[in-house]
């Protein structure tokens, strides 16, 4: 898979995050190969790509991310939102009580790095 993405990955950041959420970026982006002078990743703040509530597919890159959590960048908090499931129904959403990721099908709660 990750050989697919080389010169094909964007990502985006949140217009609220933090400078780190770029580095790490860009660090993703170094693993997928997309860090050469010819095929540098696309990047973008969250609301680049967002039109009210909808993604503008077109511009992003075969390989996709976004960096940062529902409560800085919209494009997270359209997908992992904050308290509900997401776009299209995906059931993860941030589950402020529990202080992690939860999954609606089954209630268990992801924390920290996995």
């Not at 993703?28 to 997309?34: D, L, Q, T």
């Not at 039109?51 to 503008?56: A, C, E, H, I, M």
């Amino acid at each position: 898979m990750l050989d697919r993405c080389i010169g094909l990955s964007s990502y985006n950041v949140g217009a609220r995050s933090a400078a780190i959420d770029t580095a790490g970026g860009m660090i993703v982006s170094a693993a997928f190969g997309s860090m050469f002078p010819d095929r540098w990743p696309y990047s973008y703040v969250d609301t680049a790509i967002l039109s009210g509530s909808n993604l503008l597919w077109k511009r992003l890159g075969f390989c996709h991310f976004a960096l940062g959590g529902p409560l800085v960048n919209d494009v997270v908090a359209l997908f992992n939102p904050v308290g509900g499931a997401g776009y299209g129904g995906l059931p993860f959403y941030y589950d402020p009580s529990a202080g992690g990721i939860r999954d609606a099908r089954t209630g268990t709660v992801y924390t920290g790095c996995f």
